[in-house]
């Protein structure tokens, strides 16, 4: 069937069920009531210290079939995922879905698990690496469901997503499972990405190398949704997963879009005292806050907070008074875990809190601007950060989407010519954020305004911006780099995108070279 | 009029960087075929950026390539593969003489198509002998369209100690200034060479205006917005320009010889220099009146 | 016209080519080999690129080797035509024009 951008998707997936079209980023309504999972209890007496995850793994116990959670706060430093899975994998487990909210090259054991029908189905808002290129060839029988990061919480707590088994890797815990991600060998600061899967899982395993006296503070996962406790030599590695420090670009060409992004917002009229704001920590990103710093610091400008993937360059900015508050769902470099630990204006919240559409508001709701970035994106404004120009899974929506549909101002950076690759296409190939989400594409040579907004093009057009339809801006990538053949996909289903609202926005194709 | 507020250079034998030149929006970029060019690729960057001149839109950028110097086979060379293609100028370094720019003056000529606009020529001066030879340069051929200062070999020519302050240039810079204005050419300051350092090259910009220079050479296209920002008439210069020019209007009106703005009196010089300033600010769309 | 000698043009950064020409019998014409990370979107186009080239500096018969990172058709005319002035067959050229 067709869904209302167009996307040619399937009615209906094996272990999926029915598909239901993508209808427009508010058209389709809740009407289900939250999942609550089952009650648990401990008498006191009761121990959750396990010696191992063979033990914990025949206490739960976990059977074929059954579905295990992950978060990603480890990114490509995580251990957990891998031992878990090595695990399960040595006591004959098979069929197991795995549900973690991404998946990054370290996790390429992934794929003798699908091999070995240990892993046959897999719920992610992220891949990259060996898994992502294998699921894109076509390694797995069901399709692969790409979530947003909200959009999991919101299918978790609504029950699309059960969880048996929630393992949370734990920077720090104590014996009777408290978590923290502040301390530790991993610290990665907050584990907001794992706050639906603690609440709403049937058992809770913290997995630690960092075991504390009891009582842990401050709390994130709390023992009141902890089951189990295992102590391992080594859950992570911290290189992978924190940076030292995060650094702005210094390519010339991405500063340029940056600039003109940071032009872009200010422009708006939204950059003033109140102001809240979200960039990711990559490429031209980061280095819009690089712009908007300066703006605010000559304008006298506080913003009200700064959101999402937290970065030192955000933390200075609240320390040096530009923000009130920071809300963090995920840290990106050791800056951030040490503001977390110590600013009491530094807020950690979990995936619900950040992005679920489902709720009574998500914090994306109070977003003024968010800079977020494409790997295509279409004449329509729709943007594919799911696969790559040759159809192959590289990325997912993440908070893309979600942020997109939250904020007033949802402006796009990305070099108009990605190596020879024009970025704008007639057609993304893989639907990711709907255009209607999108308000403005910067690129180094023109901003392209979304025609539905008339108001903000007149503003941009009176700061003298170089605006260009993006329908020009197309024409013009392809006068430099000629027009793209396009890509041959196969016709099997590996994917399916759900937006945040657990409708179909598209289907990811095999790649069949 | 030619705004030359900032002249970019881009690597000569990179492609990526060639064919994003236009998009800093710098008044000129110079595709730069000395040294950014290793000796065993000249060949090749000249295939470049011919290319480059022939395929890229460089929009409003003035386009200048820096061919090798005059006393290297390889600069003839340049001339007969670069020239054809249609650059607007050349940029000849270490020049040291005005048989230099007779020079390649001459080569150019040979190597133009019937028709085309002729290629102007630049002089980079970064010698101690250059530099005594600045007017003699600048005067040498109506090809000749600027000066530029190279200052990092030209201390090292002097034996001077190079500074971020740059005391130790002051006399070159005041020196070349003088001889562009005296053969009616503009004067392009040296670059400043550390990228990291905004406000050392806002201040140093400062100073190259307030010297007499017209623009300035970029080694980094981060430099190009800071010095347009320096380089663009204020606001204050703007408003004090047209007050020269309606003094000046109203006093030939009445037919009075002594016009005085602001307590002092205005002649001939100052009137083409209020005059320069709102042509280029209406260039520059900071100003509505005026024309090209 | 000819090659004397193998010669290889361009580097391995982004938005270039490094082409490698040899000299192959005459009577073999131009066998070209293309690695290239926009493989499926402009292979056909780049090796259009190279052949032309090469036939615009009269060579017939070549063997091209091109390891392709992006570069756009003035690039891929530029390193084509200094690998062959490298391998002694072409004429120092420019534009075009």
């Known amino acids: ?134 699921v894109s060839r076509g390694a797995l029988a069901k399709p692969v469901i790409l979530r947003t990061h909200g959009g999991r919480a919101r299918a978790i707590e609504c029950g699309q997503l059960k969880i048996d088994v929630a393992f949370i890797a734990a920077p720090s815990a104590d014996e009777y499972g408290n978590v923290n991600g502040i301390a530790g060998p991993t610290a990665c600061g907050s584990l907001g990405y794992a706050y639906p899967d603690a609440e709403y899982a049937d058992k809770v395993v913290a997995v630690t190398d960092n075991l504390a006296a009891y009582p842990l503070t401050p709390v994130s996962i709390p023992q009141t949704r902890v089951d189990y406790v295992v102590k ?7 290189k992978g997963i924190v940076s030292g420090t995060t650094r702005i670009t210094k390519d ?85 875990v040490r503001s977390l630990a110590a600013n009491p204006n530094h807020v950690e919240v979990g995936a619900g809190f950040y992005a679920n559409p489902f709720n009574s508001g998500c914090v994306v709701n109070m977003l003024d601007c968010v800079i977020l970035g494409a790997t295509e994106i279409d004449t329509a404004f729709n943007v594919n950060v799911v696969t790559g120009s040759d159809g192959m899974i590289m990325g997912g929506s993440g908070g893309h989407s979600d942020a997109a549909a939250g904020a007033k101002l949802t402006v796009v950076v990305a070099n108009l010519l990605r ?35 008339g108001d903000l093009k007149e503003k941009l057009a009176a700061a003298g911006l170089p605006l260009k339809e993006i329908g020009e801006l197309k024409r013009l990538a392809e006068a430099i780099a000629g027009v793209p053949q396009p890509v041959k996909l196969g016709d099997r289903t590996v994917a399916l995108v759900e937006y945040r609202d657990g409708t179909v926005i598209d289907a990811v194709r095999q790649v069949v070279r | 009029m030619t705004i030359r507020r900032s002249m970019l250079f881009i690597p000569g034998n990179n492609p990526g960087m060639l064919q994003n030149g236009g998009v800093f929006c710098a008044d000129a970029v110079i595709l730069d075929l000395e040294d950014a060019v290793a000796p065993l690729e000249k060949d090749a960057a ?55 720019v007779e020079a390649a003056a001459a080569l150019v000529a040979a190597a133009e198509r019937p028709g085309q606009k002729p290629v102007k020529l630049m002089a980079l001066i970064e010698t101690p002998r250059g530099l005594a030879e600045a007017y003699a340069v600048a005067a040498a051929d109506e090809r000749l369209t600027a000066l530029a200062f190279g200052a990092e070999d030209y201390t090292a020519g002097l034996g001077a100690i190079r500074t971020k302050e740059g005391t ?4 070159a810079r005041s020196l070349l200034v003088n001889a562009a204005a005296a053969a009616g050419v503009d004067a392009i300051d040296t670059p400043f060479t550390d990228t990291n350092d905004e406000e050392g090259l806002t201040r140093d910009t400062t100073l190259a205006k307030q010297l007499g220079f017209r623009g300035k050479l970029c080694i980094n296209p981060r430099q190009v917005d800071a010095v347009h920002a320096v380089f663009d008439p204020s606001a204050a210069e703007i408003g004090w320009a047209e007050r020269v020019v309606r003094a000046i209007r109203r006093a030939e009106e009445q037919g009075s010889g002594v016009v005085a703005v602001d307590g002092k009196m205005v002649d001939a010089p100052i009137v083409s220099r209020a005059e320069r300033i709102l042509q280029l600010a209406a260039l520059l769309g900071l100003r509505e009146e005026a024309g090209r | ?46 090796r259009r690129v190279i052949t032309e080239t090469l036939v615009a500096y009269g060579v017939a018969d070549a063997a091209v080797r091109a390891v392709d990172r992006g570069a756009l058709d003035c690039t891929i005319r530029a390193r084509v035509a200094a690998a062959l002035a490298r391998a002694g067959a072409a004429r120092q050229g420019g534009c075009g024009r």
């Open chain 2, 46 to 100: 000249r295939l470049l950026v011919a290319a480059a001149l022939a395929s890229v839109d460089y929009g409003g950028s003035e386009k200048v390539v820096r061919i090798n110097p005059l006393d290297t086979a390889m600069a003839a060379d340049d001339i007969r593969a670069i020239v054809p293609c249609g650059p607007d100028a050349l940029l000849l370094p270490k020049v040291q003489g005005a048989k230099d």
């Open chain 1, 232 to 238: 391992v030599d080594k859950i992570g590695d911290p």
């Open chain 1, 419 to 453: 190596g020879r690759l024009p970025i704008i296409m007639d057609k993304v190939l893989t639907a990711t954020t709907p255009g209607e989400t999108v308000d403005v594409l910067v690129t180094e040579r023109g901003v392209a305004v979304n025609p539905r907004r």
């Open chain 2, 168 to 171: 130790e240039i002051l006399a």
């Open chain 1, 1 to 134: 069937m067709i869904n209302a951008i167009g996307r040619e998707i399937p009615a209906h997936v094996e272990g999926y069920g029915k598909v239901t079209p993508f209808a427009g980023a508010f058209a389709t309504e809740p009407d289900m009531p939250r999942r609550a999972p089952a009650v648990k209890w401990a008498r006191p007496g009761a121990a959750k210290l396990a010696t191992g995850l063979e033990e914990v793994f025949r206490a739960i116990p976990v059977r074929d079939g059954m579905t295990l959670s992950f978060h990603h706060h480890f990114r490509n430093g995580d251990g957990v995922v891998n031992l878990v899975l090595a695990t399960a994998a040595k006591l004959g487990l098979k069929d197991l879905k795995v549900a973690a909210s991404s998946i990054f090259p370290v996790h390429a054991p992934l794929v003798e698990h699908f091999k070995a029908g240990v892993v046959t189905a897999l719920d992610t808002n992220y891949m990259s690496g060996p898994v992502a290129e294998a």
């Open chain 1, 252 to 336: 010339p060409v991405q500063l340029k879009i940056a600039d003109t992004a940071a032009k872009v917002v200010q422009a708006s009229g939204l950059l003033k005292n109140g102001f809240s704001f979200q960039t990711g920590a990559g490429g031209a990103s980061l280095a819009v806050a690089h712009f908007v710093r300066q703006m605010m610091v000559a304008g006298g400008i506080t913003g009200s907070f700064a959101l999402g993937g937290i970065t030192g360059y955000l933390v200075a900015m609240l320390e040096e008074g530009l923000f009130e508050k920071i809300i963090d769902v995920q840290g990106f470099d050791l800056e951030a």
């Open chain 3, 1 to 46: 016209m000819s090659l004397d000698k193998p010669a290889q043009a361009g580097t391995l950064e982004s938005s270039d080519i490094m082409v490698t020409v040899a000299p192959v019998p005459p009577g073999s014409g131009i066998a070209i080999e293309l690695e290239s990370n926009v493989l499926a979107q402009y292979g056909d186009a780049i």
